[in-house]
């Protein structure tokens, strides 16, 4: 199992008015669980581990979106900041792919994948960045699309203690979260919430 920082469930996270919060989502949260700083400072370090990791070989970096974007881009930027500067570096390429499983704040317990039908162009080394890893069916149905086509590893964001049955493809992770309905840094609740730069617990779930 990759290593990672964990939040423990009990977390009682850090007040809103101790950061900038837009005024129209003030009502809406209910404290900061992971400050934007620790974000960054944990993506740099798994940067520099999937570089040491992959030893000179090409990766194909594949971002789910909609709620992977915000990390996507961050870890990336990392991975171009080390390429440029170390000994060591690796061929990059990026693609996309989007997946819908939620409707508010409850899981549909459908996977619906656009963009999966370019997967068998893809080739290399492919590490999907996700964002959040719940129940692990997303993941799964994913495991199915690219398994066919493609030796994967993972890089996640963050993830919870209830994924089932995808443990043994975890390569990456940033942080294990409290199970509670997380809104910003590009996660979402009716696709509000993406633009916030730290990660914070949605008061109405």
Do not use: W
Request: aromatic content about 12%; overall charge negative; some cysteine.
């Amino acid at each position: 199992m990759a290593s990672y920082l964990q939040i423990a469930d009990d977390e009682k996270g850090h007040e809103l008015d101790l950061f900038c919060v837009p005024r129209h989502y003030e009502n809406d949260l209910d404290k900061v669980i992971i400050p934007h700083g620790l974000i960054m400072d944990r993506t740099e370090r798994l940067a520099r581990d999937i570089i040491q990791d992959m030893g000179g070989h090409h990766i194909v970096a594949l971002c789910v979106l909609k709620g992977g974007y915000k990390f996507f881009a961050d870890l990336l930027d990392y991975i171009k900041v080390l390429n440029q500067n170390s000994d060591k570096s690796v061929p990059l390429t990026v693609d996309f792919i989007r997946v819908k499983s939620y409707c508010n704040d409850k899981s549909t317990n459908s996977v619906k994948v656009i963009g999966g039908d370019e997967l068998s162009n893809l080739s290399g080394k492919v590490r999907l960045v996700f964002d959040i890893v719940e129940t692990g069916r997303t993941m799964q149905t994913l495991l199915s699309l690219l398994s066919e086509f493609l030796k994967v590893l993972f890089a996640f964001a963050f993830y919870t203690t209830h994924i089932v049955g995808v443990y043994i493809f975890i390569s990456d992770i940033g942080f294990e979260v409290p199970d509670a309905f997380l809104v910003g840094y590009a996660l979402d609740y009716n696709e509000y919430f993406r633009d916030l730069s730290k990660v914070k617990c949605f008061s109405k779930y």
